[in-house]
């Protein structure tokens, strides 16, 4: 649900902002949502026995170096409206409207066995001109047999299991007596 909040909020920020204003943004959000894993400001943030005018002036403080009256009133609207708790919803979409209009996304890849930095940008190459964008990947150690690639804000997932090949090595072979 507050994803969905949250989108209407991101689609009215970045109807008013450019892309380098937007970016800023997003920092800003980003920060703002990394605050809220602190227990003491989520406490403080979620106590209904805190005044909405104290916690207006806490975010506006916080958002001060930003000097930008569309965010301070973006700030004022979401505590007047009693949604502050969709600030990391907020962040989270807002990064992902501008990998969609930089078509600039970040992805993994898992496997049990390092991959070389060389053999990472030369995938990455590859899917990026598949997929017409810019794709950046960074390995992920796991448990995982075999190598999997995964770009979720595509919703791209290519994956070669040693034991899913195996089987399927067998059963052709069956097929074939």
């Known amino acids: 649900m507050e994803e969905l909040i949250a989108k209407r909020y991101v689609k009215a920020l970045a109807s008013a902002m450019d892309e380098a204003s937007l970016a800023n943004t997003a920092e800003l959000f980003a920060v703002l949502s990394d605050t809220f894993e602190d227990k003491a400001f989520s406490d403080l943030i979620n106590n209904p026995d805190v005044a909405p005018e104290a916690k207006e002036k806490l975010l506006l403080s916080m958002v001060e170096n930003a000097k930008s009256e569309l965010i301070d009133n973006m700030m004022r609207l979401l505590v007047e409206k009693r949604r502050i708790s969709i600030i990391p ?27 070389d930095e060389k053999t990472l940008k030369s995938m990455a190459a590859e899917l990026s ?10 390995f992920v ?7 999997k690639v995964e770009v979720a804000d595509l919703g791209v997932e290519i994956d070669l299991s040693k034991s899913r090949l195996n089987a399927q090595l067998v059963e052709h072979i069956l097929k074939a007596i």
Do not use: C, P
């Not at 992902?96 to 049990?112: F, I, K, P, S, W």
């Not at 001109?129 to 960074?138: C, E, V």
């Open 89 to 115: 919803a907020m962040a989270e979409e807002l990064r992902l409207t501008l990998a969609r209009q930089t078509r600039t996304y970040e992805g993994r890849v898992y496997g049990n066995e390092k991959v």
């Open 129 to 138: 001109k598949k997929m017409d964008a810019s794709i950046s990947l960074a």
């Open 141 to 147: 150690d796991s448990d995982y047999d075999g190598i």
